[in-house]
Each structure stands twice: as structure tokens, then as C-alpha cells.
């Protein structure tokens, strides 16, 4: 069993910076992929980005990349995710998620924390 737990979520303006972890309790973590996804009101849960187990492979989605940075440090149990340039269109809650491969489906996910709320002021 896997617990992941989000934080670092706020509120920022326009053209600001935010870096959201996810911990991790759990020895198989290091074995898992993670993922972010993000749920704005009215509209369903997307895909942001995921890393490997090792790091080694990196996905984003189009809107993100070249602002967001994902990364993790095994030996904390803990993924990060760095949000640069940020858009009052990134705001929503943002999830991490675990599983077993690097996949931009949510459903193959199989653990998800409870969210960090994200807002972003024009």
C-alpha cells in the first residue's frame, strides 16, 4: 500500500513559480511511476506530467511544457513537481498519483493523494 500526501500548493500571481511535492509512505514507492494531474472546476481531471521510477523518462502535456519541471528523490519518497511561468489557466487542484508504469491515463493509476489547491491571480 502506497499513501501519497500534496503539498506546496498557494496562491501566486501571474508569471510566478510554485513547487509541489508529493510523500510517499510505502518501500514499493521507488518501484512506482508518478504522475500529476490537475482538476479545475467544472472540468474533468487532466494529465500534467509523470516520471519514471528511476527518473530516467519524463512526460508532460503540451500546455505545461517548458514551465513545469518533474523530479524525485527516492531516497525520500518524494516527487516533485516545479510549476515556472505560471498562468491563471494552470489554476486547479493538483493530484499526485502512483502505478506501476509512466502512463498519461488516469486511470492506470492505481494510488492518488487528496490535492493541493493551485490558484493563480491575473
Known amino acids: 500500500q502506497v499513501q501519497l500526501v500534496e503539498s506546496g500548493g498557494g496562491l501566486v500571481q501571474a508569471g510566478g513559480s510554485l513547487r509541489l511535492s508529493c510523500a510517499a509512505s510505502?518501500?514499493?514507492?521507488?518501484?512506482?511511476?508518478v504522475g500529476w494531474f490537475r482538476q479545475a472546476p467544472g472540468k474533468e481531471r487532466e494529465f500534467v506530467a509523470a516520471?519514471?521510477?528511476?527518473?530516467?523518462?519524463?512526460a508532460y502535456a503540451d500546455s505545461v511544457k517548458g514551465r513545469f519541471g518533474i523530479s524525485r528523490d527516492n531516497a525520500k519518497n518524494t516527487v516533485y513537481l516545479q510549476m515556472n511561468s505560471l498562468k491563471p489557466e494552470d489554476t486547479a487542484v493538483y493530484y499526485c498519483?502512483?502505478?506501476?508504469?509512466?502512463?498519461?491515463?488516469?486511470?492506470?493509476?492505481?494510488?492518488w493523494g487528496q490535492g493541493t489547491q493551485v490558484t493563480v491571480s491575473s
Open positions: 510505502g518501500r514499493t514507492f521507488s518501484s512506482l511511476a
Open positions: 498519483a502512483a502505478g506501476r508504469s509512466l502512463v498519461v491515463t488516469k486511470r492506470d493509476y492505481n494510488y
Open positions: 516520471i519514471s521510477w528511476g527518473g530516467g523518462r519524463v
